[in-house]
């Protein structure tokens, strides 16, 4: 099944700097979704994207998709020592699952460090 | 309290002894799925359910089995469980296309 690939793998930067990451996938989707995950937590829901939008902002977080190079990116802005945490792209294609629903399907995650 | 639990949060079993984990949720979501977190692997996904009476393979399943008799509980069975099976599992549910809800983990050592 298709899965989201995210970059960097991992990312260190200092408090108040700004964070990106990108997550590349390979086919049709329904939407993508962003989480984090504290050590060993469950995951935290950040930010749904559905295929037909572009850009969606949440608080200091900001998500963009890009349907024709299929990636996304995640941006946070003004990070914190609590944004320390993995974050995962997920991708939604249960309209193109021929019936099923494949349900999601994670990236490997990006580990991001806020240096205080 | 919206929220999806799993039982239990740990575990130390050994090869073979069948064991089952539960996972229940409050917020009526037709969707349940299980998934197994490994370092450098990320999620995959076992098992999920689109309702009840009906679930299908994820990505991973062997090894797993998984029922889903009641709308708000989806447990994952290991009948006979082997030490790659060790891992940290996650169960969620969702509405259909909407974003999932996750439970707080069930780390599964098998020795």
Redesign the interface.
């Known amino acids: 099944s298709q899965q989201g690939e995210e970059d960097p793998q991992a990312l260190s930067i200092q408090e108040g700097e700004n964070a990106t990451m990108n997550c590349s996938y390979k086919t049709s989707i329904n939407n993508l979704q962003w989480y984090r995950q504290n050590s060993g937590r469950g995951l935290v829901h950040l930010i749904l994207i559905r295929s037909n939008e572009r850009e969606k902002h949440s608080g200091r977080l900001r998500v963009t998709l890009d349907t024709s190079k299929k990636s996304s990116s995640l941006l946070i802005t003004a990070s914190r020592a609590a944004d320390t945490a993995s974050y995962f792209c997920a991708t939604d294609a249960w309209m193109y699952s021929g019936g099923g629903a494949d349900g999601l399907t994670f990236g490997k995650g990006t580990h991001l460090i806020i240096q205080p | 309290e919206a929220q999806v639990t799993q039982n239990p949060r740990y575990l130390i079993t050994v090869t073979g002894k069948k064991l089952t984990v539960t996972c229940s949720q409050n917020m009526n979501h037709e969707?349940m799925?299980w998934?197994r977190q490994d370092p450098?692997?990320?999620?995959?996904?076992i098992y999920?359910s689109?309702n009840v009476e009906v679930t299908?393979k994820?990505?991973v399943p062997e090894g797993y089995k998984v029922s889903r008799k009641e709308k708000r509980n989806f447990p994952l069975i290991l009948e006979s469980p082997s030490p790659n099976q060790t891992s940290?599992y996650?169960c969620?549910s969702s509405l259909?296309?909407?974003?999932?809800?996750?439970?707080?983990?069930t780390?599964l050592t098998v020795l």
């Open positions: 969707y799925s998934y450098g692997l990320g999620l995959r996904q999920y689109m299908d994820g990505d940290l996650f969620a259909i296309g909407a974003e999932q809800f996750f439970g707080p983990g780390r």
